[in-house]
Every structure is written in C-alpha cells, then in structure tokens.
C-alpha cells in the first residue's frame, strides 16, 4: 500500500502503517520548511560513520546504482574499517523511501535465536550469567540478519548487479587500510572483546604490538569472504563455507553456543511495512516493533502535547519537559516492545491519542522512575531490564531519483561476541534479550528467548515525509537504549526549532531512563546545567554509548536554492557528502 494514499487518514489517525510486504561540501543553510513549490528532494547524498564508507556510497551513485545498491556498499565497507560497530555478523534496519510511489517500506534484518534456544539460555547454576561473561559466550550469537535484508532489499529496488558492489570493501580488505583514531582506542580495549584470542590475532601486528591510528590493516579472510558473497549473493553466505565457519566459532569455548548450519539456512529476513505518525507539519516514520521506533512516535506525540517542549535549546523547562516525556515512553517501551511473532504489541494503543494525552499530562509531576501504562490492547507483562550495550553505526543514503535509505546497523556490543569468522566479527545480539524470562512479580517478560525469536531492539532509523508524502530528510543514531533519546532529540531540535542538522546533531545529549539523569554533561553550559538541576534535574555522564547521529534534510538556503543540510555527529568520525 503506497503512503499517499494514506496521508490524509494520518493527520487524524493515530498511526499508518505503510508498505507492502556534515562534510564541508553539504551546506547547512538556515530553517526553511518544505514547501509545495520545493523540488523533489533528490541525491546523490550520503552520511555515514567513516569517509571511506561515504565514498564507496558516493561511487554507486555515481556509476548510477539506487541508493539500496549504496547501502550495500556502505555496509561492506563499515564491516572493515568500523568492526567495533557493524558488520557481516550483525543485524539492521532498513527504512526505504521509494521516490516513484511514494511508498515507505522497512526491512528487519534483525538476529534471530537459533531452534536449540531456551528461556534460560543465559542461566547457569540456577541463575543468570554476569552480563559480560554472557556476551563472550558462544551463546550470545544469533544469526545474522544484515547481508540477508541487503539481498532482499536489493533484489527488489536495485539497479546494478549485486557483484559490482563490494569492489571498494574487497580491495580496501586485501590492500588495507588506515586504522583511525576510534577503532585504536577499541583495538587497545584491555578487557572484554577487545582481547579474545580471535581478536588477539587480528589486532597484533608481527613485531607483537597492537595496532595504533595510523597503521594500516588490511585483512584477506573478509576480502575473500566478499569475494564470494559478490559472486554467489547471500547463499554464499547463509550456506557452504561462510555458514561452517560461522557455526564452528560460536561452537568453541567459553560456553559454547546451539547456533547450527541449519539455522543459518532457514533465516529469512522481512519486510514489515513503515509506521506513520503526523508531526507537526511532517509525517515521521519508522519501523514496526521488534524496533522500538513506536516509542520514538509516542514520545513525538506526547511532545506536542507539551508546550514547553516548544521553547527551544535554550530553555531549561524545554529540556525538563524532553526528560520526563523520556521516562514515560522508556517505562511503556520496556514494558510492552518485543518480537510480534511471540508477543501481541499493543502498537495501536501506544499511540492512542487518549493514552498519549494521559501519559502527557504526568509528565509535569513525575517524580522518579515512571511505572508503565495501560494502552489499550496491551497485556502487562513483567518488567524487564534487558541491557544494550555500545557496538552499532548509522548511515543515510539518497539516490538521484530522490529514493532513500535510513539504515541502523549493529553487532551489539564493540566487536560484537569478540569472536570471528571468515574475517568479520560474531554478533552478540541474544543478549538483547531478557536474561530472566520471569520477574519477582511473576509476569513473562514480552522480550525473553524463545527459538527463532528477534530480541528486541532500539534501533529507530527514521525517514521524514511532509503531508503531502514527499521525502524532507532522513536521521537516525546508534546508542544502546538512548538511540530513542538521541534520535527524538533530533527530530525535536530540526522539526520544532529549526536547528540545521550539524548544531542539531551537536547539542548535548540527555538521557532520562528510570530514575536517572544521563547526560553529556560537559555540553550544557554552566547557567543551563543550574537551572535543570534546580528543576530535579541532577545530571551525571551519561553512562550508555554516544550517540553517531547521521542524516539529512531537504531545505532552502538563503541563495533561494533547495540542498541537503547534511551531518555526521561531532562525535564520532563520520562524514556527510553530496555532489
């Protein structure tokens, strides 16, 4: 089903669901909304966490690739030069814009739990595994989802062959590249993933140091293993030789894994349609649940709703608005986001207009950790406190016929299980799941393992229509849990006070989950940092991963004429092209 047919039962509904199935070369031009006399918004453009990733996208659109070819170059070449993050071993999301329909479609590459899978896949000894011995295990590996939804994506809106796009990835693999600033600090990680012995032998040169910013790394096993996944699509993948290896290193100790050949052959990724919620001038959309973009539009919905939101980055009771909005919708997501196969999502309810406007109204006398809410249709589940941590990218592509792809990527923790394979890091997305399948109240937990299940995610790649169904922008972030945080953030400050996107990008993070304040503290300026503490605002380093905000919006600039105002977050070493 196209979005524009639907655009008009948006404005009054309380969802859509649509679909079938900042370099210095991107001007930041002051706010302007898209107009009805703006021209299609149209590429080439792309943003993401590294400049080689940038320009392998850019080289597919050059040769006259759809922005799927792109993203399918984007990620092989984030797989290499940013394994911290992303990879062949992960999961994504994928939020596609189809400029010809107007269609808006998503894509769930997420991870699923192998068919040996139990609910106390992480307990040992009649409790659960500390957090970090579980995701060095063998048992922290799902299989990965990420080269399967590329395959399906592209199958159906790309435009060159699929073996002419992992040429850039494969010969930065054999000829190597330059490890950057971001990548040492993990590679000299002393603990954790960082010192396995699959990482030991990838991150130790001959003479036995490891490397630093500024050498170069090069890695053949991911060169052939692109080789081969260019030549024969994802079933070189999902079978054969890739498939063996995969399954032998979750196999081996520490705590060997149930992953077997056979769930990797049987993985099927899906195509989930796109949840729609009007917002203020804009229609903003993201994936279906497992993703937790749902509570990104109910906190958009509740944020209208509140008036101080409105006030602008300067305002103390804007941002203390921002918080306890975030503490009702972090409360309602953990409460009720899961996998739908095994879980019946209350989505519907979540963004009742008359749920959202009573969960709005708390939000000026919360005190403390807000307790989740009855939606309409919701069954109350037990409480969960699934941890996710640091380990995913984000990246933006639009194509020259205005086709657009928002593309969260992940393999979990940095470096994912700390294990390799075929010369790519093993996610550890299983624990995304819920180490305790009940809770003292005796309730099932909606995101506990079950074979064949999607842990839930955070991941919230968002694509941005006006009310006529034309593209304006793209964003989206890693970031654990606070993805919703920062990518809310985003949208608040581009949409509501017409930041453009870099200063948007740049403004300090708050994160307000639970009974907690996390924040890049050093960002708030002293007089801001007072009055948000006089307000019960007592802010601390935000303790979860930054944000790696990428993205775009279509704007007219003071010359008159209509660009990308573009970013990559300050804090990471992205970059964000046009030409």
């Not at 804007?318 to 209350?346: H, I, N």
């Not at 606070?482 to 953030?489: D, E, G, M, P, V």
């Amino acid at each position: 089903m196209a979005f524009r047919s639907l655009v008009a039962l948006a404005a009054g509904a309380s969802l859509v669901l649509t679909g079938c199935a900042a370099g210095p070369d991107v001007a930041a031009p002051p706010a302007a909304p898209v107009a009805a006399t703006a021209p299609p918004a149209r590429g080439p453009f792309v943003a993401a966490a590294n400049p080689h990733a940038v320009e392998a996208g850019l080289a597919v659109l050059r040769r006259g690739g759809s922005a799927v070819d792109a993203a399918v170059a984007v990620q092989a070449v984030l797989g290499l030069v940013e394994p911290q993050s992303s990879g062949l071993g992960g999961g994504a999301f994928m939020m596609l814009y189809d400029a010809s329909t107007g269609e808006v479609t998503s894509y769930d590459g997420r991870e699923t739990a192998p068919a040996a899978a139990t609910p106390e896949l992480f307990y040992e000894n009649g409790r659960p595994l500390a957090f970090g011995e579980a995701v060095l295990s063998g048992r922290s590996t799902g299989v990965p989802g990420a080269v399967a939804l590329l395959a399906m994506a592209q199958a159906g809106r790309g435009r060159l062959a699929w073996s002419d796009l992992f040429g850039d990835a494969e010969r930065l693999a054999r000829d190597g590249f330059v490890v950057s600033p971001r990548l040492a600090n993990y590679i000299a990680g002393r603990s954790g993933q960082a010192r396995t012995r699959w990482a030991e032998a990838y991150f130790t040169k001959p003479d036995g140091s490891r490397y630093v910013a500024g050498d170069v790394l090069s890695n053949p096993a991911y060169a052939r293993t692109l080789a081969e996944i260019a030549a024969g699509g994802a079933d070189a993948f999902y079978r054969g030789r890739i498939a063996r290896e995969i399954v032998s290193t979750v196999g081996e100790e520490p705590r060997p894994g149930g992953l077997t050949e056979a769930d990797l052959a049987r993985y099927e990724p899906l195509e989930r349609g796109a949840l729609c919620r009007p917002y203020r001038i804009y229609v903003v959309c993201v994936p279906p649940p497992p993703s937790s973009g749902v509570a990104v539009l109910q906190l958009l919905a509740m944020a209208e709703l509140t008036p101080d939101v409105a006030e602008g980055p300067d305002s103390a009771d804007a941002w203390t608005a921002f918080a306890q909005l975030q503490r009702l919708m972090y409360a309602d997501r953990d409460r009720y986001v899961a996998d739908p196969a095994f879980v019946g999502v209350p989505v519907q309810g979540l963004l009742d207009p008359n749920y959202v406007a009573a969960r709005a109204a708390q939000a000026p006398t919360l005190v403390g950790a807000a307790e989740p809410g009855f939606p309409p249709g919701g069954v109350f589940a037990g409480p969960d406190a699934t941890l996710e941590p640091a380990g995913t990218s984000h990246f933006v592509v639009v194509d020259a016929a205005g086709n657009a792809v928002s593309m969260t990527t992940t393999v979990e923790s940095v470096f994912g299980s700390g294990r390799m394979a075929a010369g790519f890091f093993l996610n550890n997305q299983l624990t995304d799941f819920s180490f305790e399948p009940l809770r003292s109240d005796g309730g099932p937990a909606a995101n506990a393992v079950a074979p064949g299940k999607r842990p839930r995610s955070s991941m919230s790649p968002i694509i941005i229509l006006d009310r006529e169904g034309r593209l304006v922008g793209a964003l989206g972030s890693p970031g654990g849990s606070s993805i919703l945080a920062y990518n809310a953030k985003a949208l608040i400050a581009v949409l509501d006070w017409e930041m453009p996107m870099a200063e948007a990008f740049a403004l300090p993070n708050l994160v307000a989950k639970g009974d907690g304040f996390g924040a890049d503290t050093d960002r708030f300026p002293a007089g801001l940092r007072e009055a948000l503490a006089a307000r019960g605002v007592q802010m601390r380093p935000n303790a979860s991963e930054n944000s790696g905000l990428h993205g775009a919006i279509w704007r007219r600039g003071a010359d008159g004429t209509w660009r990308w105002d573009g970013a990559a977050d300050d804090r990471r070493e992205g970059a964000a092209r046009t030409e």
